[in-house]
């Protein structure tokens, strides 16, 4: 990965919008990693002709997840944020937020987090990290 | 029970009716002296043998199966219907996709919380007698996804199972042996 | 106009795999599709956080369960770069020659089940998994099993070819190569396979970018995107090799291109027979200790054969602390809306045929 660099939730729509405008027209993927006392989103952009990638990374509080809606800039960022938002616990503001992957699952964790923890009787050695 | 005279059997021929009967018989006709008639004893015996004998066999040489094909078990099934394993030489043919018209469920795949219900639902439109073969380890106890949150570990928490298959995924010459066994329990040769 | 809503239900002869579709139907045109997908959702991206480098295989494999090898490769490449491990030379040549071989019997599996689907041909269906049994039995030979081959070690592969390896392949891609000759021959004249395939399901250059598709079906619709052409890895370079675009973006330009790509596989594989080095290939063996991390985040992004996959993992000391993984797949399935407004309903299961998904990689 060449570039790679951090951007403020505020300016994220702007810079977004810079990118698509320089030549990065298509969006890879939407996803987030969970460290234990911070989030942070992440989004992937190609340029097509001239075989770029570009890295945007987003920092996220424990206290304050959300995210605002890229769906009008990038059509195939809709599903990315429905399962990031599912899997991880953000609320995308803009848009309503439905279930994509798992059905008739009540008041659990959101599965991907570090703190929900499942299977320990499965195994005998002891959690790594 | 003084002065009841001696009963002329014991308690235990008693207990069982049929012999109860039989006894009976035979010490009525033993006072007749009348042969017994062989031709039309060995008549009745030959035609019960073949009755149930012959429903039994047309029921085993043509169980018709469900596609039933969920994840990577499936791309085995398929080779196991095409030419070179060819399920059709033993009376597998017609993978049908209604289950009124099947008698056997092959389960191919790994089971999760969401689809228990629609299998619940095509197990019962089935008509009986009808079957279940677990094909793969993930359909006989979870297979590799043990320890993930939205899996069952195995099919038979679920429904009835008559034959497992193991393997990850079993190679289709061990799903042919599988229906050889399962051919063997639907006509009686093994005892359940 | 009225609609009427109908339920395609989960289990369905020709969807490939667990699928839900509701479907809002205007007398017999699509007003709206919406794919309810997650019956085959399992968490591999949280299992794989439970276990060490190299035990991880056995997840990857069962992604994309029609080509599992080439999850495999691009698993290990991320492991590989994020340790500094570069693969030997010899093991790189015979990757390239067992991806190349995944990629014709992945799409032989295609032809089959798209002409199942379309007016139950399933002649083409017997013939296509015939075909595909050999390429499979080599394969067998090659890595000791038949669909899930844990070949890949770190640094190079497990076992190395056999002997007569070489000269049985390529009796059997000559084979192949005159086999899918009668199949163009039998089906572009058949007039039910046309009718149904033309004009159905057109996806214009501009809507695939803004999709985020990749893949076969890109370069169907005009576009000339392949990772192996413009990020390219192991032994693409040295055994020249050429992409296939095709410009009309329809249903049968889908179908007629994996047919392209299948003739092309076969001109690499030849190639990189002849310029294969001697030497050693097997990698390192599979340890509790694994070797130190040199670098923390990575990214890799391979050709798989149903479009373009990328892993970006954040390696820990002795497993994986995160690894997110993009399927091509995932995005048709939600331009799959966007394709089939305005058809009819039959062009529905022409289109699903074509998109070519596997659904165990949509649901991770």
Known sequence: MRFDRYEDRANLADALEQMKAKGFSYLEKITAVDYKDHMEALYFLVDIEKNENELIKVRLENSSLWLPTVMELFKSADWYEREMAEMFGITIRGRKTERLLLEKWDGIDPPLRKSFVWGQEYRNREQKG | ?192 | MQITRINIGPIHPSTHGVLRLIVDLDGDTIEKVEPHIGFLHRGVEKLVENRMYMQNHVYMEKMDYVAPLAVDELYVATVEEAMGIEVKERAQYIRTIELELQRIASHLFFIGTLCNDIGNLFTVFIWCFADRDRVLRLLETATGSRMFYANMRLGGVKQDFPKGFEEDVLDCMDYIEKRTKEYERFLEKNPIFMERMKNVGILSSEDAIEYGISGPTLRASGIDYDTRKNHPYYAYEKASFSTQVLSRGDSFARYKIRVMEIRESINVIRLAFKKMPEGDAIGMPVKLVPPPIKKNEVIVRRELPRGENMMYMVADKKGPYRLAMRSAIFVSMAALDHIARGHKLADLFAIMGSLDFVMADVDK
């Open chain 2, 1 to 192: 029970m003084e002065g009841q005279e001696k009963r002329p059997y014991s308690d235990a021929a008693f207990m069982d009716s049929k012999q109860e009967m039989d006894l009976l018989v035979s010490k009525s006709l033993a006072g007749r002296e009348v042969k017994p008639n062989v031709l039309f004893a060995n008549l009745e015996k030959t035609t019960k043998a073949l009755s149930s004998g012959m429903v039994k066999w047309s029921r085993k040489n043509s169980l018709w199966p469900m596609q039933f094909g969920l994840a990577c078990c499936a791309i085995e099934l398929m080779d196991f219907g095409s030419s070179r394993i060819d399920a059709e030489r033993r009376g597998f043919l017609m993978f049908r996709a209604t289950p009124r018209q099947c008698d056997v469920m092959i389960v191919a795949g790994w089971v999760t919380k969401s689809i228990v219900p629609e299998i619940k639902r095509l197990y019962e439109q089935m008509l009986s007698p009808k079957y279940v073969i677990a094909y793969g380890e993930c359909a006989t106890c979870g297979g590799p996804w043990f320890e993930s949150y939205n899996i069952m570990k195995g099919i038979d928490q679920v429904l009835p199972v008559d034959v497992y298959v193991a393997g990850c995924p079993p190679k289709p010459e061990n799903l042919f042996g599988a229906l050889v066994k399962l051919q063997k329990k639907v006509g009686g040769e093994v005892e359940v």
